[in-house]
């Protein structure tokens, strides 16, 4: 509900009045003290924010929450917000009309109206402050402000001179349109209340108005003097602190709008506040009610309309507002001491340092009725009732309290090095002295046993104590009587077990437990459990003899284990990282720390004192119902900002970013007021981070992201061990247009063109060039075969010549016949390269018929071709193997005397080539060159040359090398001719 502000409390103090009859006041101030001492119960754990934490005045007004968890204050310097770590405060240098902010009001768009001095109507807005302007407004000025279920905004405008008959409001709806509403004639402490859709209540200073669709319909006097002081809703009603002018006093009376029938409440309890300004009510998710004084603050543990407990809380503090954030903590705000948080109202608080006798807590004990006692380090104790109050107090030297031992009426307390009873009258003995340090005290039947380094045994009062054998030398924390024979012996080391009838060390219980032991607690016959300093706790059964371990891993706040407590199938842990309670039955473990409203998480000693639980640690005690629950609730948390390339983006904004823009920061926001700044994120960019990035930062930082598809999560964690909700957002990072498919296709099929144009040119270069060279070798050839030509023909025609000379016609005649068919053969092969084998073998069967005939017949030929050669399927070279022939006949044959052979031969080489051997019987090479040396002389011949350069050309450009090689022979004498010739195949 809505906190006091300065100015009606200002009223307020105006309206007081004080009782003239001093009899009066004197008896309910001695009612006071009474109910004070029976019924004001514990404290709280406070968490103060000052200017030391970045308040920036100790004034603080007014509180409210917006939907994203921020909490605010309206102060006397400026409009502040807190996010659980950091405050942030807004002047009239963002946009507020005055700095002084006395009230503030938060509408269903978390725009945070302001009640200031200079009573213009403003609200802030992202961080924006902004004034309301209209002609509606010329004459009105705010006073207080209101949201409705509508989400309309009313604002009222009320001051000490209306004397009830009030002045219209102002109600502006969700579209901003602002009206003005006679009918709405607020007061001093006006409040509106939606009863239904169409029905409103206005609780004003002396009575209440009914509204139906924004039209007063009926009003009901509170009654006569009465005057109400802001009404608040309480279990489908509302309550109203009142004053009454006729006698006097302050009450509290409850009121019904429906049945419209009133009731006292808090009856009895009116001189807690009957002197002191009773400012407001406020009541929180449990109905529990708090009042607010002008100097403290009451709470009232309510159930229904009893009152259960009273506390007394922030005295001589100057308490202006109360609010309950979403989390459960109750905020009160000051005017001098900031702001108070009391993180839990469930778990109560005893700072032994400002309220009792000792500095530090040493050692805690409950008896059967619930009362506390606690060992100091001063050697002081103090006994406290179950409901935290000072009892009685002991100071039994100076050394610490280390342990205090209940037995049936008897009360032992152990200090470092005397062991001493305490009488319930108030004094104490001591029993004995020693000058071993002591740290542990058990007893069995009659038997007391004082543990340290060693073990002391008292068998009666009247004996002293004597060292039994125990040859470990370990501190003893702990110990437990398992039987008349055996006793457990917890040491920093490990839990021993020793026998007791011939009192002598056995050996360690269990190799498991081989740690520093702090406490041993039953739960059944058969079942303990142990706990350690750094192994967490375990569950030992003797019976099977089977130990379970439970650390961190399972469920435990923390391995650092102290002080343990059995009730009732749950087994309670005190722990250095908080307190843990083990449902035995559903093995559930549920935690509780600084978060649910412990005073520290380092907790030591634990104790039941009625239905509450108290966990202690050195500096004070938690007093925390036995059924209290574990909160679950994770910190509010969402993306607060996002910027690309430092320039700030909507998250809707960010679907398709350009190629350059790839730096992304953003911030996150974890907002858990409980968790008093400590928030973990974890955080993922989907399609860059391979996992979970985790940090205690809220900043987060990408540069230089390749384009892609990407989507970003994110998640907080307070205090609880509970992670929020997942944020996302997706984005992609444009491929620049070099980059995308289209373009290296695109550039693929140029280069590829540009490459084919290239190699196409260069093809046709070479084809060009490859047939210019053809056709010169085919020039060259053809001139050369036109050089060969004639020549042969020269030959020929003089052998023709011969025979018409030697007057022989007819062999003229078959000599010219078969020239001419030589003839036909050459004119038809002399432009061609290649021609067909046989072609070629019919033509050098013709030259050699002639040859021989212009030899008489002397000459003897053969042209033999292999068996594997098919002539039919292949081409040669045209006149190249003619010109060995006939250089074997013209030189080597010629001139020689008696038989004339020649022979040629053809076999297969390789799939490319033919041999074709020439062999003749002729005068050889040698006489033969001699020959035509003298021969020379007289005439040119071109056979030879013009054959050598033929074979040049075609070894030169020719498909296959062409390759030819001589032999001598001696006896007989002669010449072979191997020609090795390329071929085609048809």
């Not at 994203?68 to 917000?81: D, N, Q």
């Not at 002047?91 to 006395?102: F, I, K, Q, R, S």
């Not at 309890?269 to 002008?294: G, I, P």
């Not at 459960?328 to 001491?337: C, L, N, P």
Request: proline residues 4%; aromatic residues 12%; hydrophobic residues 35%.
């Amino acid at each position: 509900m809505k906190g006091t502000s300065y100015f009606l409390k200002r009223d307020f103090l105006a309206l007081k009045m004080h009782s003239s009859k001093p009899v009066i006041r004197g008896f309910f101030l001695v009612l006071f003290l009474i109910i004070s001492f029976q019924s004001v119960g514990q404290d709280f754990f406070f968490r103060q924010y000052t200017i030391e934490d970045g308040l920036p005045t100790s004034n603080v007004y007014d509180i409210g929450q917006d939907k994203r968890g921020l909490l605010w204050f309206g102060t006397e310097l400026g409009l502040t917000s807190f996010d659980g770590q950091t405050f942030r405060n807004y002047t009239m240098e963002d946009g507020l009309p005055n700095n002084t902010v006395a009230e503030i009001s938060i509408d269903y768009r978390d725009r945070i109206w302001l009640y200031t001095f200079s009573d213009k109507i403003s609200y802030l807005e992202n961080g924006k402050g902004k004034i309301i302007e209209d002609e509606i407004l010329a004459n009105f000025r705010s006073s207080y402000i209101q949201n409705s279920a509508d989400s309309s905004i009313w604002i009222f405008r009320v001051n000490n001179l209306d004397k009830g008959s009030g002045r219209p409001s102002l109600r502006i709806d969700q579209k901003g349109n602002m009206r003005l509403m006679p009918d709405y004639r607020a007061t001093n402490m006006s409040r509106l209340f939606d009863l239904t859709d169409s029905v409103q209540l206005l609780a004003n200073l002396h009575n209440f108005i009914y509204y139906k669709d924004l039209h007063a319909t009926d009003s009901i006097d509170a009654g006569p003097g009465i005057s109400n002081r802001y009404c608040v809703e309480f279990q489908n009603a509302l309550i109203c602190p009142s004053y009454n002018y006729l006698d006097s006093r302050y009450f509290i009376y409850k009121f019904n709008p429906h049945s419209r029938k009133k009731s006292t409440l808090l009856s009895g309890y009116e001189s807690m506040f009957q002197d002191n300004l009773l400012q407001q009510v406020f009541v929180d998710k449990n109905e529990n009610l708090w009042l607010l004084l002008a100097d403290k603050l009451l709470y009232f543990i309510m159930e229904g309309e009893e009152v259960v407990e009273v506390n007394e809380l922030l005295n001589n503090k100057k308490p202006s507002s109360i609010f309950e954030d979403d989390e459960g903590s109750i905020w009160v705000s000051t005017e001098g001491d900031g702001v108070f948080q009391i993180v839990s109202p469930e778990i109560g608080f005893l700072d032994v340092n400002e309220t009792l006798s000792g500095p530090l807590i040493r050692s805690m004990c409950t008896d059967s009725t619930g009362n506390i006692y606690l060992g100091y380090t001063n050697g002081k104790i103090d006994v406290l009732s179950p409901d935290l109050k000072l009892q009685k107090t002991y100071s039994v030297g100076s050394a610490r309290v280390v342990d205090i031992y209940l037995s049936r009426d008897k009360i032992y307390v152990l200090t470092d090095n005397t062991f001493i009873r305490l009488y319930k009258d108030g004094n104490y003995k001591v029993l004995s002295r020693f000058t071993q340090p002591l740290k542990h005290l058990n007893i069995k039947d009659d038997d007391i046993y004082l543990f340290s380094y060693n073990i002391l045994k008292q068998q009666s009062k009247d004996q002293d104590f004597i060292e039994l054998d125990y040859p470990l030398n370990y501190r003893i924390y702990t110990s437990h009587f398992i039987n008349d024979s055996t006793l457990w012996l917890g040491t920093t080391t490990g839990l021993y077990v020793y026998d007791l009838i011939n009192e002598s060390y056995i050996g360690l219980l269990h190799p498991e437990i081989a740690a520093d032991v702090r406490s041993i607690v039953v739960q059944n016959d058969s079942t303990y459990w142990i706990s350690t300093m750094g192994h967490g706790i375990f569950q030992y059964n003797i019976s099977s003899q089977k130990l379970r371990s439970i650390s961190r891993e399972d469920g435990l706040p923390g391995n650092l284990c102290q002080d343990m407590i059995y009730q009732d199938g749950y087994l309670w842990v005190g722990t250095s990282k908080g307190l843990c309670r083990i449902n035995l039955r559903t093995n559930q473990f549920d935690s509780f720390n600084s978060f649910h409203g412990l005073s520290s998480d380092q907790l030591m000693y634990l104790g039941i004192s009625g239905n509450r639980l108290l966990a202690a640690n050195e500096h004070g005690i938690n007093s925390i119902p036995l059924e209290i629950r574990e909160q679950y609730d994770p910190p509010k948390f969402f993306i607060e900002s996002v910027r690309v390339n430092s320039q700030r983006k909507e998250i809707d904004d960010l679907r398709e970013l350009h190629h350059k823009q790839q730096n992304i920061s953003i911030d996150l926001k974890g907002i858990s007021l409980k968790s008093n700044g400590n928030i973990q994120y974890a955080y993922q960019l989907m399609g860059y981070d391979r996992s979970w990035v985790y940090s205690k930062s809220g900043q987060v930082n990408y540069s230089g992201l390749p384009p892609g598809k990407y989507t970003f999560t994110a998640r907080a964690k307070g205090e609880s061990t509970y992670w929020s909700r997942p944020v996302s957002f997706s984005f992609v990072i444009a491929t620049p247009w070099w980059k995308k498919g289209w373009f290296w296709i695109l550039l693929g099929l140029a280069l590829v063109s540009i490459i084919g144009l290239i190699v196409l040119g260069i093809y046709r270069g070479i084809k060009r060039s490859i047939q210019i060279r053809k056709k010169l070798v085919e020039s060259q050839l053809t001139a050369l075969r036109a050089q060969m030509n004639p020549h042969f023909m020269f030959n020929a025609l003089s052998s023709i010549q011969e025979f018409i000379n030697l007057n022989n016609p007819r062999k003229a005649n078959d000599y010219l016949a078969h020239f001419a068919s030589l003839i036909r053969k050459i004119l038809e092969n002399s432009g061609k390269e290649f021609i067909p084998f046989p072609e070629e073998l019919e033509m050098l069967n013709l030259y050699l018929k002639l040859e021989k005939m212009r030899l008489y017949g002397e000459l003897d030929y053969d042209i033999e071709v292999a068996p594997k050669i098919r002539p039919e399927n292949l081409r040669i070279p045209s006149m190249v193997i003619q010109p060995y022939v006939e250089n074997a006949v013209k030189h080597g044959l010629f001139h020689k005397k008696g038989p004339k052979k020649l022979q040629v031969q053809f076999e297969i080489l390789d799939e490319d080539h033919l041999l074709c051997t020439v062999i003749d019987n002729g005068i050889g090479r040698s006489r033969s060159g001699e020959i035509q040396a003298n021969a020379q002389k007289r005439r040119k011949s071109y056979g030879t040359r013009v054959t050598q350069q033929r074979l040049a050309l075609l070894n030169r450009y020719g498909a296959a090398p062409l390759s030819v090689e001589f032999e001598d022979l001696e006896s007989p004498s002669g010449t072979i001719v191997r020609l090795i010739i390329p071929v085609k195949h048809s």
